[in-house]
């Protein structure tokens, strides 16, 4: 079964932020890859929520779940660049058919420390 996807607002800044990033500090074809396992992570979600290497992350939230985009690297199309080391993860939960995708975090920031936006 694949659900509907639901992508909050501070979720689509966060893309926005880590792809303008990406561009300025390695440059587009890491941009490019780097978008391509942000999308594969997230489709893999849609696909199974529970999929393996997601997390449950009550301490975030009822129902919270996060997986890390290392996760999701053999997903991405060989034509593009492979990231080595990717530092995200995306944070969401299942609410019936729909998994909400709340925000896509940087691994070495304080989880705890985000429940507002939770």
Known sequence: MTFELDLAPEA???????????????????????E??????????VDD?????????TD????VRS????????DVSQGLRRIANPRHFV?????GNVVQVVRLLHDAMDLSGQHPAL
């Open 91 to 95: 944070i969401y939960r299942q609410v």
């Open 67 to 74: 997986l890390h985009l290392i996760s999701s690297r053999d």
């Open 60 to 63: 975030l939230g009822h129902g």
């Open 49 to 57: 929520p529970n999929r393996v290497g997601s997390h449950d992350r």
């Open 12 to 34: 689509e800044a966060d893309i926005d932020d880590i792809l303008e990033w990406s561009t300025t500090q390695f440059g587009a074809a890491i941009r490019d890859g780097y």
């Open 36 to 45: 391509a396992l942000i999308d594969a992570a997230i489709l893999s979600i």
